[in-house]
């Protein structure tokens, strides 16, 4: 097997990058161990309640219970053609990261677009946001039941 | 690019994920898309509550009302709709084509209470649509903020179109968007109405009709003293030359029949509403709380129409009645 001169320092550089990270996940792992802090490993962690929440409603409020990242649905209120409509979500981040939202809906069908204005919003340790979901339809959207995922890191 | 190279990226991407990784949050969504209605139809009737459950005068499983619980039945009721306050009709027809009950004081006539806000009718026109109200017993050539009984039980505190500035002051535009619903002295048949439904060039896209004292449930002197019965009859004749009108067979057309208040109870008590035609859902009930400001809303996410206050922007669109 050879190896380019390129490759040798691209090689280089990605090992002193690698152990440089390997070292600063093993600091924090011995400090944890250690004792001498309640350090965790800084990651973002999203929940979510979608459950009768209005454009009114203060998320901070809501009961930790009523927060979950597991069988989350919603059934959108019919939309008319040539209109857009809204729900909101409350998402929380119990991790320790900022996290920098992305909302990132599955197919939809010709003539439906998906928005929110907290697209690429950050939200911080420990933070709450009402995210507004927009749905919109053009005067040519097919009529009739449609479903998809959204997906949101 | 060599193998050990990807094998050391591969593990740096892995190591830096573990680091910094995060929760991904999957929603199912279920959305329904409907064709908006191309024209709607309203029918103010007056002064009772939802059902007889609630209170001996109310109006579904009525004996005397046995027309319109057909209706009610058949096609899609609201069975949690309540007006915006009780026992002064005028401030609930003001929060339906207004979005705020207390731009009127009470029941004062046009000239003393006129309403310098923007109404219904102006987001419908502009919008590009049009728009007309037809009052039973109005008699054509009176000023538009003419008061008294018309040719028969006319009452202009049923008639809140009067009350905006802007149609109050352009006689023009009063006269020829709040018009007689019926060519006779008094009472049905509707015919200019009628007439109107049946000419898809003469249909307006909005059409409210507002009728006298005694179709309406209202009653009075003049009026059958079984009230009831009487309106319940003339709903009987009217809406099937509704449902059969050219306009309904379009496809695209959509009735909305309800009361003002409820009057014989408190106002948290529901009212009747009801929602019929071919963009309507049969057999349909729905326990979600609504009230007259929802009849803005409905009409302004059917149309994509702005809203007019933050009642009617905050309160819940009736869409699911749609279909």
Known sequence: MTVSSTSRKLLFVLAVGLMFTAAYAYATTYLNIGGTGAITLPNSNLFADVTSISASTICSAISSSSYTDTSLSVTWPSLAQGTSSSIYICLKNTGSAIDKLNFAPGTLPAGVSFTSPQQGWALGPSGFVLSQLIFTATTTATAGSFSFMLSIT | ?323
Request: with cysteine; proline share 7%.
């Open chain 2, 1 to 323: 690019m060599s193998k050990p190279l990807l094998i050391l990226l591969a593990v740096l991407f892995l190591t830096v994920s573990g680091v910094v990784g995060e929760t991904q949050l999957s929603i199912g969504i279920i959305a329904s898309i409907i064709s908006p209605p191309t024209y709607i139809v309203t029918i103010l009737m007056e002064n009772h509550p939802l059902n007889v459950t609630l209170n001996p005068n109310g109006v579904i499983g009525n004996p005397n009302a046995s027309y319109i619980t057909f209706l009610a039945r058949n096609a899609s009721l609201a069975e949690n709709y309540v007006a915006v306050t009780n026992l002064n009709s005028l401030p609930n027809y003001v929060a339906l084509t207004g979005g705020n009950k207390s731009l009127v004081p009470n029941n004062c006539l046009p000239s003393l209470c006129p309403i310098n806000e923007p109404n219904i009718a102006d987001r419908i026109e502009k919008s590009g649509r049009n728009w007309k109200a037809y009052m039973e017993d109005l008699l054509p050539g009176q000023p538009c903020t003419y008061s008294g009984s018309g040719s028969g039980h006319y009452d202009v505190f049923h008639n809140p179109f009067v009350y905006y500035a802007d149609v109050q002051d352009n006689v023009t535009r009063c006269s020829s968007h709040v018009v007689p619903a019926n060519s006779g002295s008094s009472g049905p048949p509707d015919d200019l109405f009628i007439n109107d439904l049946n000419n898809l060039t003469t249909a307006s896209n909005f059409m409210w009709l507002t009728p006298n004292n005694c179709d309406d449930m209202h009653g009075g002197n003049g009026c059958s003293s079984s009230i009831m019965t009487f309106a319940d009859n003339y709903t009987r004749q009217l809406v099937p030359k509704i449902l059969s009108s050219l306009v309904f067979k379009t496809g695209k057309a959509a009735l909305f029949i309800v009361w003002d208040e409820p009057t014989y109870c408190s106002v948290a008590c529901q009212i009747p509403a009801i929602w019929i035609g071919p963009t309507i859902k049969q057999h349909y009930l729905s326990n979600k709380p609504y009230d007259h400001y929802s009849y803005l809303s409905t009409l302004e996410s059917l149309w994509a129409l702005p809203t007019l206050t933050v009642n009617d922007a905050l309160a819940s669109s009736m869409i699911e009645f749609f279909q």
